[in-house]
């Protein structure tokens, strides 16, 4: 059983910015992605970004392209989602998660393709 321990979140300004942590517990050679994803209250699960533990390649939301960055270190074995140019939407709890340990031909973007969640940590950007 992998644990992810997400960190990071708050309150901010819109314009402001945010760094999220994810640490995972433990990784298999078989583990070889990261996802980070959020849910605002009355809405469904939606994808944020994804990236390999190698660091690339990686893939973003439309929504969030541009503002936020994901990065990896696999040192720390911990992933990070750097948010930037924050606004209201962006208000939400954010999860990091990882799927099911195989290699994918495209990265993994849909929620159902992901067996381990973290808790969440609440982002509330005030405008």
């Known amino acids: 059983q992998v644990h992810l321990a997400e960190s990071g979140g708050g309150l901010v300004q819109a314009g402001g910015s945010l760094r999220l942590s994810c640490a995972a517990s433990?990784?298999?050679?078989?583990?070889?992605?990261m996802g980070w994803f959020r849910q605002a209250p009355g809405k469904e699960r939606e994808f944020v970004a994804v990236?390999?533990?190698?660091?690339?390649?990686?893939r973003y939301a439309d929504s969030v392209k541009g503002r936020f960055t994901i990065s990896s270190d696999n040192a720390k074995s911990t992933v990070y989602l750097q948010m930037n140019s924050l606004n209201p939407e962006d208000t939400a709890v954010y999860y990091c998660?990882?799927?099911?340990?195989?290699?994918?031909?495209?990265?993994?973007?849909?929620?159902?393709?992901?067996?381990?969640w973290g808790q969440g940590t609440q982002v509330t950007v005030s405008s």
């Open positions: 433990r990784r298999t050679s078989s583990d070889y992605y």
């Open positions: 998660a990882a799927p099911f340990p195989q290699w994918r031909a495209v990265l993994p973007t849909n929620v159902h393709d992901y067996v381990h």
């Open positions: 990236i390999t533990w190698a660091g690339d390649p990686t």
